[in-house]
T-cell receptor, first 112, second 110 residues
Framework: DADVTQTPRNRITKTGKRIMLECSQTKGHDRMYWYRQDPGLGLRLIYYSFDVKDINKGEISDGYSVSRQAQAKFSLSLESAIPNQTALYFC???????????FGSGTRLTVV | EDQVTQSPEALRLQEGESSSLNCSYTVSGLRGLFWYRQDPGKGPEFLFTLYSAGEEKEKERLKATLTKKESFLHITAPKPEDSATYLCAVQADSSYKLIFGSGTRLLVRP
């Protein structure tokens, strides 16, 4: 099994719909992150969590929310999806900020 | 404002043709500089962390170096399996987050 598992891998949804992307990890790390990747823009941080009770906004949190259900689970929600949220979404985990992150394989989200 | 710029955007090499990828950064105080490799359809895979100017790290055909303003990823005698997008990221002393560059797409032809 992968260290970081994201579901679904691909999703097409309609404008205005609520959608949840899920992430689970088996690394035993406290820190978890959600990033989005757009062509030419690199990876941008949406939300991060250093433990179950600690949730922080990243640089592009508007239109998104998160839930840290357990140490191993971190979900990202789009409350009302819009087309410019079409992107590749990655979940990542780390035990310490200088050890490098372990990323999941991503969710490709298309909002039509 | 903290910023990372990678060049070139894309690079095509023949197998065995060595080259370097550049990562220029502006950050208030560098806590660490990171290199990742990303294959199509997959998440980034961590390669190296560099902490201070003058530091070097190696892994197989890859060597990363760091100065006060930039980092280089040197690829020696590349093979087709080295084809991927290479991402650079920095973390400032004052922040927990990584700032990523937009990457260099490397294609190594046999």
């Amino acid at each position: 099994d992968a260290d970081v598992t994201q579901t679904p891998r691909n999703r097409i949804t309609k404008t205005g719909k609520r959608i949840m992307l899920e992430c689970s990890q088996t690394k035993g790390h406290d820190r978890m992150y959600w990033y989005r990747q757009d062509p030419g823009l690199g990876l941008r941080l949406i939300y991060y969590s250093f433990d179950v009770k600690d949730i922080n906004k990243g640089e592009i949190s508007d239109g998104y929310s998160v839930s840290r259900q357990a140490q191993a689970k971190f979900s990202l929600s789009l409350e009302s999806a819009i087309p410019n949220q079409t992107a590749l979404y990655f979940c990542a985990t780390s035990d310490w900020d200088l050890n490098g992150y372990t990323f999941g394989s991503g969710t490709r989200l298309t909002v039509v | 404002e903290d910023q990372v710029t990678q060049s070139p955007e894309a690079l095509r090499l023949q197998e065995g043709e060595s080259s370097s990828l550049n990562c220029s950064y502006t950050v208030s105080g560098l806590r660490g500089l990171f290199w990742y490799r990303q294959d199509p359809g997959k998440g980034p895979e961590f390669l190296f962390t560099l902490y201070s100017a003058g530091e070097e790290k190696e892994k197989e055909r890859l060597k990363a170096t760091l100065t006060k303003k930039e980092s280089f990823l040197h690829i020696t005698a590349p093979k087709p399996e080295d084809s991927a997008t290479y991402l650079c990221a920095v973390q400032a002393d004052s922040s927990y987050k990584l700032i990523f560059g937009s990457g260099t797409r490397l294609l190594v032809r046999p």
